[in-house]
């Protein structure tokens, strides 16, 4: 009946007005007033089983393809930031099994989350934030036992989770090798040996079970050991490559949202005898916004199918996404907030209140899993291996073609091709200078206006000086240097750019006439391209700035244009 899973769960949780009554705005907006678990609203999500999306077919689920539970993630988080950061986190706790855990582990644990068992992952530490080396919770061996003694913090579904992937530090003097995972099932714990720590006061997501989990002599069997005692680090680091991609869907979620806020706020709202969404300078806001938001879905897009496609690459696309597609998404919310004006403040007489909710819950995206430095300084270590890539001027064509071609379902994931280094470098900024290359052969044939070609050729110019210097060492043993934090930026623009031109490459030629017109003479693709040049600091032509304007004037009502559609279709639209 429906194309996509995240389509049944679009019709499920109902338009905006007419939402299914754990997802009314009011009524979540009261549970976060309340700093209440939205339990009705992950009890909806459970009974249409999005907990088995979670879970690889492998292990009894439906996780075929990443792509389609960004998708999912992104349904929900268009809703309400806090549900989805509440149900998803299942997901995250399970992540580490699924990469390095056995067939008998990876099995009880798909059941156990089939059966609506929720989930965490007890990575940080009171006092150690991202600095897992730090951790002091630790496992000793006891005969068939490990014994867990310390505390994890500021963990999500600490204590409504019934199992806990816990980080534990199995070597005494620590170090990369010196920390184990295990995965641990409360309801087997003895009394006494454990306790629940209490819930955190949060300024976003107010509603979620953000606490965490003590350990006094808990034994726990040998079997909940995943991987080797000294692979824990690595794990982590490898799971986190799957995690913080899917955390792009919560700031496309949010992006969705806050942009249909300020679309319906500009069309309604009259101001000086004109509806505001008239005025030249509004009209040009609105335009700017939604072009960031394109940005990071044609981040976003390609970061997930590179999952499937590019797995090896995925330490350099994880920590890219992670740190750029937050920080565009919370730029297009600020703005949001700066067009409302007091009505962004308020909790009940502008929209239920749902944009000062999402703005709170927003900005804990950026934190999760790694915040925007550690990801960039994750992109800086590898800056030797992605310019010796560039200079080879070698890319992974196959895994590119198939990352961009929306309309064909990906390869399956393959886990074990997680590395923590990406030694080819990456193949989408690698890939640049043919997509340019393209882009002026269909300029030339006139199905690109001119423009596009430029903005292209700008870009591909600030991508080989950006090479250069990163051929340079950025660090030294002990400290990097903030031109080095600069130049990752500049880095995940430049990969924002090229996603950009291959998706609009992917689609067969001809496609374009028969898309809305977003697609129709590469409008969106104009209109992104712009805004990465526009973040670089490349000069431009003033005059081009028109194309946001006409980018406001081709988004319908009731329904913002997506990039993910098969090429032979209209893009899917998004009802938040």
Known sequence: MYATAADALEFELGAPGNEHTSFRPAYLAELDQ???????????LDDFG???????????G??????????????VARRDLTVAVAHGKTFLGAASVWVA????????????????AVVSWGLTERGHGSDLLAGQLTATPVTGHWRLDGEKWLINNATRGRAVCVLARTDPAGGPRGFGLFLVDKRHLADGSWTSLPKVPTHGIRGADISGIGFD??????????????????TVLKALQLTRTLCVALSLGAADTALRIALDYARTRTLYGRRLGE???????????????????ATGIMAVRSTHTLTGEMSVTSAIAKALVPELVQGVVDRVAELLGLRGYLTEEFADGVFAKLDRDHRVVSIFDGNTAVNRNALIDQFPLLAAGYRRGRYDEEGVHRAAGLGVPPPPFTPDRLALLSSGGCSLVQSLPDAVDRIHAQAGEGLLPPQIAALADSIERETDTLHGELAVRQRSARSVPASAFARAERY?????????????LAAPRGAHGTQPTVWQNGLWLHACLR?????LGLPLDPEDGEIYDRLVEHTPDGGLPTLLSTPHGEPARSTP
């Open 34 to 44: 309340r700093e209440e678990f939205p339990s009705a609203a992950c009890k909806f």
């Open 50 to 60: 999005l907990n088995r999306y979670y879970v690889p077919p492998e292990w009894g």
């Open 62 to 75: 439906r996780l075929r393809d990443y792509t389609e539970l960004a998708q999912l993630l992104r349904t």
């Open 101 to 116: 855990g056995n067939p008998e582990q990876a099995e009880r644990l798909g059941r156990l989350i089939a059966d609506g």
């Open 217 to 234: 002599g808990a034994l726990i069997p040998d079997t909940a050991l995943v991987g080797a005692p000294g692979d824990g680090i690595e």
């Open 279 to 297: 005025l030249p300078r509004i009209r040009r806001i609105l335009g700017e916004m939604h072009a960031t938001r394109l940005v990071a879905e």
């Open 492 to 504: 995940e623009l430049c990969y924002a750019a090229a996603a950009c031109l291959r998706l609009w």
């Open 531 to 535: 805004t990465i040049a526009t973040r």
